[in-house]
């Protein structure tokens, strides 16, 4: 089946240094892509959206880049913090309200 | 606004026993979705609603598990009788129509243990 999932399960940075977490999506009729960011005891949290007519799109330290030709979405978060340790989701809409959800990457940011 | 308020944050039960829920979503969310989460499983869509009606609920795992929506303001997910499995923490999220395209709004969620 059509399923959105991550490469790398867990994701270790120094603080300061650039983040990159990965997803892959296999239905090249999704048209919308968010990224939610999880801390410990709390729900997923908006982070970044893009559309499939974009390949980039920037906000505050977070870029997500879009490579439709491979079916991949990337988040870059620049100079890690401490406090961007957590679990970072993926999700893909294909057209419908609903967005599927990728299983997740911890990241966690050593001081 | 409060953002999306769940209660209770944490419910210890043993099996057998009814367990409810409780969501309150964002005022002007015509949306409102409820979710599990377990470390298998990840993300699991159970139901959702639009303007109060459940629209989906092939998410449910069986008929132990029921959902309601009253009014707008109030949304209840029940499991009787509860069991060991259905230990996960459970996410309502709300969104409205026009901005699907800016995500949902969670919860901080129910975390359930059923001993």
């Known amino acids: 089946g059509e399923s959105v999932g991550l490469h790398l399960p867990t994701l270790s940075v120094q603080e300061g240094d650039n983040s990159i977490i990965n997803c892959a999506y296999s239905?090249?009729?999704?048209?919308?892509f968010i990224w939610y960011k999880q801390e410990s005891g709390k729900g997923p949290q908006f982070i970044i959206d893009i559309r499939s007519n974009m390949d980039k799109r920037q906000g505050q330290r977070v870029t997500v880049l879009l490579n439709k030709t491979v079916k991949h979405l990337s988040l870059q978060i620049a100079a890690t913090q401490p406090g961007d340790s957590a679990v970072y989701f993926c999700?893909?809409?294909?057209?419908?309200?609903?967005?599927?959800f990728g299983r997740g990457t911890s990241l966690i940011v050593h001081p | 606004d409060a953002g999306v308020i769940q209660s209770p944050r944490h419910e210890v039960t043993e099996m057998g026993q009814e367990v409810t829920l409780r969501c309150k979503p964002i005022?002007?969310?015509?949306?409102l979705f409820w979710y599990r989460q377990t470390m298998m499983r990840g993300l699991e869509l159970l139901i959702y609603?639009?303007?109060?009606?459940?629209?989906?609920d092939s998410g449910m795992p069986e008929d132990r598990f029921s959902a309601k929506m009253p009014n707008a303001s109030f949304s209840t997910l029940k499991i009787q009788p509860s069991e060991p499995r259905d230990s996960a923490v459970y996410f309502c999220?709300?969104?409205?129509?026009?901005?699907?395209?800016?995500?949902?709004?969670f919860g901080s969620g129910t975390r359930l243990t059923v001993v």
């Open positions: 999220a709300s969104s409205s129509g026009d901005s699907y395209l800016g995500g949902y709004t």
């Open positions: 239905n090249s009729a999704s048209d919308y």
């Open positions: 005022s002007g969310h015509d949306y």
């Open positions: 609603f639009n303007n109060n009606v459940p629209i989906d």
């Open positions: 999700a893909e809409n294909r057209g419908s309200y609903i967005p599927t």
